[in-house]
Structure formats: structure tokens, C-alpha cells
């Protein structure tokens, strides 16, 4: 049973310039969910993804956007790149019905120069 | 609006002692209340969650957390720490029955648990 999967693991990145970073959830979950965790911190919400639809989103500016497809994977596309946005992005996965554990992949670990 | 807090950012315990770690939340509504664990370059492996049965939580790997709400605390133990505890952990909390909006996590800042011979 695969757990979730994210590519890549590493990038880096330079100012202004945009990325893509992509999840595959854990089989047979629908949900997919994005956060942020900077260096020393604990993870962010970004968004949250369901039925191919943006359903809750945190505090982030519209920079950050995102897509699930019909196959449940997903993408965090990150526009004009600043210094600040380096950091861990993590996806987690959850099944709605079920819908209160999110199961996490290994991270992006993005490096803006 | 629902927060974490952890108290203790670095705990230091010996080989075979206990771990406590605290956590308190704010919510508005009855909570879920979870502990992930990361290893260095990792992501987030769960721990243990709370969601509405039992008030003591077993856990993978020998934790446990109590759930009180007079308290509003989550305290995650350990009787005997072992080298391969060592780890930061993060305490998280959603709303239980939120529809629509999904189960979004709010996590503490974490706590770095060193493990000394």
C-alpha cells in the first residue's frame, strides 16, 4: 500500500521564478491537503483540495495556487518566487468520509536564492 | 479560530526516563487532537489522535497522550525514552464536524526531544 508520494525532493529556485511541485496521495484517499513549514517552525495550511475543487484556504496570498486531477493527485504551483517561500512544503492525504487523519509525505524542501 | 500551544520548544531527557510533552489547545468547538512525529529530513508520521472515544490515547512506539478538557491539554508521555525517540514532535488540532471546509491542521511550533546516554 503506497503512502503518499511527493516530487521532487529537493529544488531550488531563484527569485521571481515560478514552481511546481506535485503529490500523489495515499491510495484510496480523495483529499489532499498542502502546507508550509519553514525552517523551525511547525506546518502551515496552504490549502485543501477535494473533488477537483480548492475547498479551505489559509492564510496565503494567491501566489500559491493549486489543482487536483481525476486521479486524486495534486499540484502546488507557487508564482514570483520570494526568499521568504523557502521552506518544507508538505502534502497529506485523508479519505472525506473519514475525514479527521491526514497522512503525510516526505516533503518538497524548496530553496529560493 | 482554534490554536496549539507547546510548551518547552527543546526537552532534554536521560535513557529510560519518562517524556512528557505538553501541548494545550484552543478551539470553539470539541476538538480532534493529534501528535505527529518528524525525524530529521522527513515528513510527519502520526503518533496518536484523539476523536471522541477513550480520553487516554495509545500510540505507536510506546506514546500516549490523556485528552482533559478542563484543562484543555493533550500531554503526550513516554514511560522509558529510548535514543530513537529523539525527534521533534508537533502537537495539531482540528474542528471536529466541520463539513464543507475539510479537517484542516493547525499545529503547535514544536518540541525537540533529545534522548541522553
Known amino acids: 500500500d503506497a503512502g503518499v508520494t511527493q516530487s521532487p525532493t529537493h529544488l531550488i529556485k531563484t527569485r521571481g521564478q515560478q514552481v511546481t511541485l506535485r503529490c500523489s496521495p495515499k491510495?484510496?484517499?480523495?483529499?489532499v491537503s498542502w502546507y508550509q513549514q519553514a525552517l523551525g517552525q511547525g506546518p502551515q495550511f496552504i490549502f485543501q483540495?477535494?473533488?477537483?475543487?480548492?475547498?479551505q484556504r489559509g492564510n496565503f496570498p494567491d501566489r500559491f495556487s493549486g489543482h487536483q486531477f481525476p486521479n486524486y493527485s495534486s499540484e502546488l504551483n507557487v508564482n514570483a518566487l520570494l526568499l521568504g517561500d523557502s521552506a518544507l512544503y508538505l502534502c497529506?492525504?485523508?479519505?472525506?468520509?473519514?475525514?479527521?487523519?491526514?497522512?503525510f509525505g516526505p516533503g518538497t524542501r524548496l530553496l529560493v536564492l | 479560530a482554534q490554536s496549539v500551544t507547546q510548551l518547552g520548544s527543546h526537552v532534554s531527557v536521560s535513557e529510560g526516563a519518562l517524556v512528557l510533552l505538553r501541548c494545550n489547545y484552543s478551539s470553539s468547538v470539541p476538538p480532534y487532537l493529534f501528535w505527529y512525529v518528524q525525524y530529521p529530513n522527513q515528513g510527519l508520521q502520526l503518533l496518536l489522535k484523539?476523536?471522541?472515544?477513550?480520553?487516554l490515547v495509545k500510540g505507536i512506539n510506546g506514546f500516549e497522550a490523556e485528552f482533559k478538557k478542563s484543562e484543555t491539554s493533550f500531554h503526550l508521555t513516554k514511560p522509558s525514552a529510548h535514543m530513537s525517540d529523539a525527534a521533534e514532535y508537533f502537537c495539531?488540532?482540528?474542528?471536529?464536524?466541520?463539513?464543507?471546509?475539510?479537517?484542516?491542521?493547525?499545529f503547535g511550533t514544536g518540541t525537540q526531544l533529545k534522548v541522553e546516554l
Open positions: 491510495s484510496g484517499h480523495d483529499t
Open positions: 497529506a492525504s485523508s479519505l472525506r468520509v473519514y475525514q479527521e487523519t491526514q497522512y
Open positions: 483540495y477535494y473533488e477537483e475543487e480548492e475547498r
Open positions: 484523539y476523536t471522541s472515544a477513550a480520553t
Open positions: 495539531a488540532v482540528s474542528e471536529r464536524g466541520v463539513t464543507g471546509g475539510g479537517n484542516k491542521l493547525t
